[in-house]
Structure formats: structure tokens, C-alpha cells
């Protein structure tokens, strides 16, 4: 059964960093494909960016330029977030999928993920 584990969320001031982990255990597909997801209150879950087993980034619009993920070869994902905005306060998710061509043409599809964690919460205060 695949965990996933986030941690490193809190509250923050805006122009602040904060780098989020993903602890993935029981992760049997070594071709696994991970990513972040957010949720605002009242707001769709977003896609913010997502990571291949070939470590190839992907980032959502909103996400492009203060955002980078990385993962290490212990299948823990990262998100190093910086300059930190009132509007990124949101619930912070990790997502796992074995890769696939279907998964590769979606990958910000929050649909195409099997395997979720509880969440991680960022509150940005201006």
C-alpha cells in the first residue's frame, strides 16, 4: 500500500521560503511519477508541478518561476517555494501515478492520480 507523507507547510509571511517534503513509502513502481497539488478554500484542486523518474519538471502556469520540485532516489519529492504570495496560501497535496503515455499527456490532471497524502497547509500573511 503506497503512502505518502507531507510535511514542511506553515504559516508564513509573504517574500518568505518554505520547501514542502513528500515522504513516499511502499513505492513498488521504481517509474513512479509524482506531483504537487493545491487547494485553495472554495477553489478546484491545482496543479502546481510534477516529476517524471527522469527527474523532468513539469509546472503549472501559476507556478512558474517561485516554484521548483525535485525529487531524491529515496522517492522523497520536493517543493521549494519562494517569495512567497497571500494568493499560494492553500492546502498542499503530493500525488503519486505509475508513468504512462496517458499520465504524460495530463500530468495536471488531479484525476490521473491514484495514490494522494493528507495535505500540508500554507497560510501566507501579507
Known amino acids: 500500500q503506497v503512502q505518502l507523507v507531507e510535511s514542511g507547510g506553515g504559516p508564513v509571511q509573504a517574500g518568505g521560503s518554505l520547501r514542502l517534503s513528500c515522504a513516499a513509502s511502499a513505492m513498488t513502481d521504481s517509474l513512479a511519477c509524482m506531483a504537487w497539488f493545491r487547494q485553495a478554500p472554495g477553489k478546484a484542486r491545482e496543479g502546481v508541478a510534477t516529476?517524471?523518474?527522469?527527474?523532468?519538471p513539469v509546472y503549472g502556469d501559476s507556478a512558474k518561476g517561485r516554484f521548483t520540485v525535485s525529487r531524491d532516489n529515496a522517492n522523497t519529492l520536493y517543493l521549494q517555494i519562494n517569495n512567497l504570495k497571500p494568493e499560494d496560501t492553500a492546502m498542499y497535496y503530493c500525488a503519486a501515478q505509475p508513468c504512462s503515455s496517458l499520465l504524460r499527456r495530463a500530468p495536471m490532471d488531479p484525476e490521473k492520480y491514484s495514490y494522494w497524502g493528507q495535505g500540508t497547509q500554507v497560510t501566507v500573511s501579507s
Open positions: 516529476i517524471d523518474s527522469g527527474g523532468n
